[in-house]
C-alpha cells in the first residue's frame, strides 16, 4: 500500500506525486523523491522497480522479505535491510524495512509492523538545510529511528530481568517457573541480538571513508548511529550474561530447597526409625523378657520410645535439619 510519494527540491518539498510522475521528477536537477510503502503488493514492487530502475535482485529481496539486516551495493544505490520490533505480552515480533537509496530517490518499503514513519518525514522536513544532501539524509534519519526505538525494547527486556530476579529469592514461586520466562526472556535477547549485530556492520560500512559514495556527505552522522548501536550491544551481553548468571543462581537455590527437604525427610525417617526399633525389640514374642510380667512394662516402654523420638527430635532442630 502506498503511504507517501513526495518530490522535494534544494531541501524543500514541492508536491505530492501519482506514482506514475515519478520518473518525470527524477530527470529534473537538485530534485529527488521520497516513497513510502507498507506490505507492498508484488504489483506495486513491480511499478516501483520500473519507475526507479532498480535491481532485480534486491526487488527480489524485499518481495520475500525475512532477510537479515544487511546493505548491499548496486552500481550508485544501495539496498538496506533493518529490523522493528514491537513488544508485547512477553513476546516481540519481528517486521521489516527494506530501503532502496539512490542518488534522486529513496523507497522504503515497510513489512509485517505497525510502526510508521511520519516522524522521521516531518523531521526531515524541519532540517531543510540537511535534507539538501537528498535520499542520503533521509537513509540516515530512517535508521536513526529504527535504532532509537531499540532502546525502550531493552529498557522493557531490563525490567523483565529485573523482576524475575526478585522472583528467585520469593519463597512459594516454583523455579521451573523462572527457568521458562529466563529462557523465553533469553530467546527475545537473541532476537535483538541478531538484528543488531548485523546492523552495525551496516552502519559502520555507511560511516567507513570507503563507503558507498551516495551517502559520503553525511558519514559523521552514520557514526553517530554506529556508536547507538555499540551502546545496545553491549546492553544486550549485559541482559544476556545476567540471564545465565540468574540461571545458575535459580538452579543452585532449588537445589538448596532440594536439600532442606531431603534433610527434613530424613530427620523424620530417623526419629520414627528409631521409634520403630525400640517397638521391634518390645514386641518380639519370646517367652522370657524382663518386661512382660511387669505391670509397668508398657508404660515404661512407651515413655522410653517417646523419650528418645523427644531428643532425637531436639538434637535434628539444634543441628538445622528440622
Known sequence: MLINCVAYQNGIRLTDLEVDEISDYLEKPGCFVWVA??????????????????????????????????????????????????????????????????????????????????????????EQQLLKEGSSFVLYALMDAVVDRYFPIIDQLESELEQIEEQIFTKGIAARSNIEQLYSLKRNVMVLKHAVSPLMEVAGKLASSRGPAVCSNIRAYFRDVYDHLLRIDASIDSIRDTIGTAMQVNLSIGAIENNEVSKRLAAWAGIFAAATALAGIWGMNF??????????????????ICTACFFLYLWFKRIGWL
Request: hydrophobic residues 35%; proline residues 5%.
Open 37 to 126: 510503502l507498507r506490505d507492498a503488493t508484488p504489483e506495486e514492487l513491480d511499478k516501483m522497480k520500473e519507475e526507479f530502475h532498480l535491481h532485480e535482485l534486491a526487488v527480489e529481496d524485499a518481495r520475500h522479505g525475512h532477510q537479515r539486516p544487511k546493505l548491499e551495493e548496486y552500481g550508485d544505490s544501495l539496498f538496506v535491510v533493518m529490523h522493528l520490533f514491537e513488544h508485547e505480552k512477553e513476546e516481540i515480533s519481528l517486521g521489516e524495512l527494506n530501503v532502496f537509496v539512490g542518488p534522486n530517490y529513496i523507497l522504503s518499503v515497510r513489512n509485517r509492523s505497525r510502526q510508521h514513519f511520519i516522524d522521521v518525514r516531518e523531521r526531515c522536513e524541519r
Open 287 to 304: 517367652e522370657h523378657m524382663p518386661e512382660l510380667e511387669w505391670e509397668y512394662g508398657y508404660p515404661m516402654a512407651l515413655l522410653t
